[in-house]
């Protein structure tokens, strides 16, 4: 430790980083000004610098002294830059000042820090410490390296150019600021000149550095600068240049009204006194000027003043500071004579545009890029938004479009390319109805704000005309696609599937179904589309329901015309169901047929309000086509059902023919009435007239065979004796009801009674011989074409019953001529006539039986009779006649392979496809085995071929069903032509059986033309 004595030296440095430390947290309130950061920095580095090195002297130990050598160089290495900083701040040279640049300068000083502190380990900056006495002092002494001269010289550099920016300032600085431009050059100057003194030897003291202890010194200095002179609180040199360098008059006036100060312009422009004008009233220094004197008492204030040609903006700014209030104030005159006469030139273009903006014959619209509201509109666009002018300026813009987000991609176009032009929009009136227009828009600058100008044409009506025109082409198109599936497919099923996809084209929906109307009034719906739950679309189309129970259905059915429901919430007509809740909108259409309501077409959505008259109008040529398919679909069934019934009818009469066992005879009636007729109980009754009679030789109730005793009908008629009596066939529709009870007895067997009951007399002539019966345990089971065809039935029914009659009754006269031969021969007399009368009949019924059993076409008899008559009309008229005879290729093998249940399915598919693709003046028959003739009146030759070659590439083409396995087949067919290969049948038919040879030869599947 140093002695007492060293307190003198201990002391000032000390003292000096007291005050420094000081000064900086003093200037860290002014953090704000620019200079107050650099300069508090310095306070402390020069006060870390002071700190230590008192520090330095006072440690008695080589080590100690060392370290706090190092410390030093903390501080001492980056001062002359944060004083350069500090010093560049002050004049306003900020470049100086830059990160980048103060970074480089800081490059040397970071050397030298890190020199200091490896010290020990090198020799370039100082080495070989060791203590020394200085007089009362024990001091550090060293050996300098290099760097030291380095450190030295770059130091007093950055040094020597912080005095440089000072005194270029220090010559046109105001006079108020000159004192603190010398105070802050005196405050750096003491200690470096005595660190000057110390780094050459030339200390007092040797070895004993007076630097720091002279802080003390520049600590007063700034202080003096701090609270006398006010040194943070502006930049006076930079402010004073730009108020003198102003091309406006400025003047400084005190409480008093007195002129401070003024810049060269104010002297110029206002004609003051250089000499005399300081310091004077302002309304002696300025005499021509009484509005300024007027300003300046009111304070602050912003007023233009015409001198002459010439226009000024006066401004009045208060001076204030913290010991002073109101301590003068700051005027300001701007010349605008030029902006003020562009102003007036511009009001004048301003105007001019505006009227003529309002005469455009086109909507124009500026709106405000800043806050996006409308700043002008013509005439033509209050009209076109429906709104006056004063309505609309102010409101923001994007509540006239009808997609907001359409103005801001409108904007950000205009940004890229400059200008829009002819853009379609929608737009919304001031009543939220929207509208189309063709926007054309431009970015423009009005009043110093961006705007966007744009012009607008009306086209809604040419759009509306444009959707129209879509709609109808979509329309078209939709019933084109549905009119080529009428066209072109029988199936039922498949012509609805098209109908539903093709109305989702023209009418918006989730879901859409189609109902038809049964003959009994109930409703079902046979074809749906687009219902989200699968089995929701299963278990409408398994559902049925009458008519009654909809109200909508009913008025459909009752006025022919549409329904629309825009709401169900708030329709009371709307049926709530659970499965049928998200359906918020409907629209039915009633399918009507020659004048008759047949069905209903449904849509229904989740959207409310969705369906509109445009849609029910596009929606009726659809409900046309649904009952054009409906058409097309019954007249189908109808002939498939009469078809049917002539081939049931043609299987009765060959059992009547074929056999004469009434058991055998009777199964079979029972067997092709169930085929073609819907019955839960059956029955044939014969009658025996003499005894008044009636037995029920079968009877059949839900799958069982029953028996049923005999009854007199004049005691117990029951309802066979009602038809027996009346001769006429019977239908009741609900034998539960108590009318029907009370007109008919009913004589009823053990278990359930059944609903409905069709009874029909089976005749023989006048003769009644039974009742032919059919049973359901449904009401209203039965239609009139169903009750006919029981009619048509019961004849045939007749000729068995009484045929078996016949033949057990000839067995029985037979059998008693055995006994007696008078009685025998007599039976044989009756039977030969009862047999003549059998072949009689035989021979009607096999005149009637022309169809072939398996194919439904017609067979060879009828073939011959008809194609007689065909030739004959044709040698008459004088047309042509074409023979197709079709012969199946490798049928015996088809029938050895796969059984002649797969060849029976192959006959009958390629009859089915004959009979869709010939005309309804065509004959087609089975000849015979597989064969097959198709005879084509006043068809060419030529013709004729390519329809036999259309059959035979559509039937090879055919995959057929038989047990599970899909089959292909092929035919050979021979064609002829009357009268050139041929003058009658048999030739004609010989000529297409050779061509059919050669067809066959050639490798088969093949048409060859005979010749």
């Not at 002294?65 to 501080?75: E, G, P, T, Y």
């Not at 944060?82 to 800081?106: H, I, M, N, P």
């Not at 105001?174 to 660190?195: K, S």
């Amino acid at each position: 430790m140093q002695t007492s004595s060293a307190a003198p030296y201990l002391l000032p440095p000390v003292l000096s980083a007291l005050i420094l430390i000081g000064l900086g947290v003093y200037a860290w309130r002014f953090r704000e000004v620019p200079t107050a950061l650099p300069f508090s920095l310095a306070m402390c580095l020069g006060a870390m610098w002071a700190l230590a090195y008192a520090l330095d002297v006072a440690a008695p130990s080589l080590a100690e002294k060392v370290f706090w050598m190092k410390v030093r160089f903390l501080a001492i290495a980056p001062l002359p830059v944060v004083w350069l900083v500090t010093a560049a701040r002050y004049t306003g040279r900020d470049r100086w000042a830059g990160r980048r640049r103060v970074a480089a300068l800081l490059l040397v000083p970071a050397v030298t820090v890190g020199l200091a502190w490896t010290a020990e380990a090198h020799t370039l900056f100082r080495y070989a410490f060791r203590l020394e006495a200085s007089g009362p002092l024990v001091m550090l002494a060293y050996a300098s390296g290099p760097w030291t001269y380095v450190h030295f010289f770059y130091s007093y550099a950055l040094q020597v150019a912080t005095f440089g920016l000072l005194a270029h300032s220090f010559s046109g600085a105001h006079p108020n600021y000159v004192r603190q431009t010398l105070l802050a050059m005196a405050a750096v100057l003491a200690p470096a000149g005595a660190d000057l003194l110390f780094f050459f030897g030339l200390s007092p003291l040797r070895g004993y550095n007076p630097a720091p202890a002279l802080f003390w010194v520049t600590g007063l200095a700034f202080a003096w600068a701090l609270f006398r002179y006010r040194l943070l609180d502006v930049v006076p040199i930079a402010r004073g240049l730009v108020v003198a360098t102003m091309a406006d008059p400025v003047l400084v006036v005190d409480a008093r009204q007195r002129l401070v100060d003024y810049n060269p312009a104010a002297r110029d422009r206002l004609g003051l006194d250089a000499a005399g004008a300081r310091g004077r009233p302002l309304a002696d220094a300025l005499p021509a000027w009484p509005e300024l004197l007027e300003h300046v008492r009111a304070g602050a204030a912003r007023a233009e003043v015409s001198r002459g040609a010439r226009t000024y903006e006066l401004s009045v700014t208060p001076i204030a500071q913290e010991e002073a209030p109101s301590a003068g104030s700051l005027v300001l005159l701007r010349d605008v004579t030029e902006r003020s006469q562009s102003e007036a030139r511009l009001r004048e273009e301003r105007e001019r545009l505006r009227q003529l903006l309002d005469l455009a014959p086109f909507p124009l619209v500026l709106t405000r890029l800043s806050d996006g509201t409308v700043q002008y509109l013509n005439q033509k666009a209050e009209a076109l938004f429906g709104l006056p002018r004063a309505q609309v300026v102010g409101r923001p813009a994007p509540d006239f479009y009808f997609n907001p987000d359409d103005r801001a991609r409108l904007i950000d176009e205009a940004r890229r390319t400059g200008f829009i032009r002819e853009q379609e929009l929608q737009l919304k009136r001031a009543d939220g109805e929207p509208f189309w227009a063709l926007v054309s828009a431009a970015l423009t600058t009005l009043d110093d704000q961006a705007v966007l100008f744009v012009g607008l044409t009306d086209i809604t009506a040419r759009r509306q005309a444009e959707q129209t025109e879509r709609q109808q082409r979509v329309l078209a198109e939709a019933l084109r696609d549905t009119a080529a599936a009428l066209a072109t497919t029988l199936d039922f099923d498949d012509v609805l599937e098209r109908l539903l996809i093709n109305i989702g084209r023209v009418a918006p929906h989730e879901a859409v179904n189609l109902a038809l109307i049964g003959e009994r009034g109930q409703v079902r719906i046979v074809q749906a589309r687009g219902y989200p739950e699968p089995d929701l679309a299963r278990a409408l189309l398994s559902t049925e329901f009458s008519l009654e129970q909809s109200a909508h259905y009913r008025r459909m059915a009752a006025t022919g015309q549409p329904v629309v429901v825009p709401d169900t919430a708030a329709d009371p007509d709307w049926a709530d169901l659970p499965a049928f809740r998200w359906v918020r909108s409907y629209a039915g259409l009633p399918i009507r047929l020659r004048g008759q309501v047949v069905g209903f077409l449904n849509l229904d959505s989740a959207t409310p309000g969705l369906f509109t008259p445009a849609h029910v109008e596009a929606l009726r040529a659809f409900a046309d086509q649904a009952a054009a398919a409906i058409d097309n679909a019954r007249l189908y069934e109808e002939t498939r059902r009469r078809a049917e019934q002539l081939a049931a009818l043609n299987r009765i009469g060959l059992a009547v023919t074929s056999g004469l066992d009434l058991d055998r005879v009777l199964r079979a009636v029972f067997e092709e009435c169930r085929h073609l007729l819907p019955l839960d109980a059956f029955y044939i009754a014969v009658y025996d007239a003499d005894a008044w009679r009636v037995e029920h030789p079968f009877l059949y109730d839900r799958g069982e065979y029953i028996s049923s005793p005999a009854r007199d009908i004049r005691r117990q008629p029951g309802l066979s004796g009602e038809v027996i009596l009346s001769r006429q066939t019977l239908y009741l529709p609900d034998m539960l009801e108590p009318e029907t009870a009370r007109q008919h007895q009913i004589v009823r067997s053990e278990g359930e009674p059944t609903r409905s009951y069709v009874g029909a007399p089976m005749l023989i002539g006048d003769q009644v011989v039974g009742v032919i019966s059919i049973q359901s345990y449904q009401p209203n089971a039965y239609t009139p074409d169903q009750i006919a065809l029981l009619e048509t039935i019961a004849p045939q029914a007749a000729i068995a019953v009484e045929n078996a009659r016949l033949y057990a009754a000839a067995q029985t006269e037979l059998a008693e001529r055995r006994q007696a031969e008078e009685s025998l021969r007599q039976a044989n007399d009756r039977l030969r006539v009862q047999l003549v009368t059998i072949e009689a009949l035989q021979a009607s019924l096999r005149e009637q039986a022309i169809r072939d059993p398996l194919t439904g076409l017609f067979n060879r008899r009828y073939f011959e009779e008809a194609f007689d008559q065909e030739l004959a009309r044709a040698e008459r008229d004088g047309h042509p006649v074409c023979l197709v005879l079709i012969d199946l290729d490798r049928f015996k093998t088809l029938n050895d392979a796969h059984g002649h249940q797969a060849g029976d399915a192959v006959l009958r598919a390629l009859a089915r496809l004959l009979q869709a693709q010939t005309r309804r003046s065509d004959i087609v028959c089975r000849y015979g085995g597989e064969e097959f003739l198709v005879a084509l009146p006043t068809m060419t030759l030529s013709t004729a071929h390519q329809r036999a070659e259309s059959w035979r590439q559509a039937f090879a083409a055919l995959e057929i069903e038989a047990d599970g396995r899909m089959l292909r087949a092929t035919f050979s067919a021979g064609l002829a032509e009357f009268p050139d290969q041929g003058p009658n049948r048999a030739a004609v038919v010989a000529a297409a059986d050779r061509a059919l040879y050669a067809a066959k030869a050639a490798g088969r599947n093949r048409v060859v033309v005979g010749e």
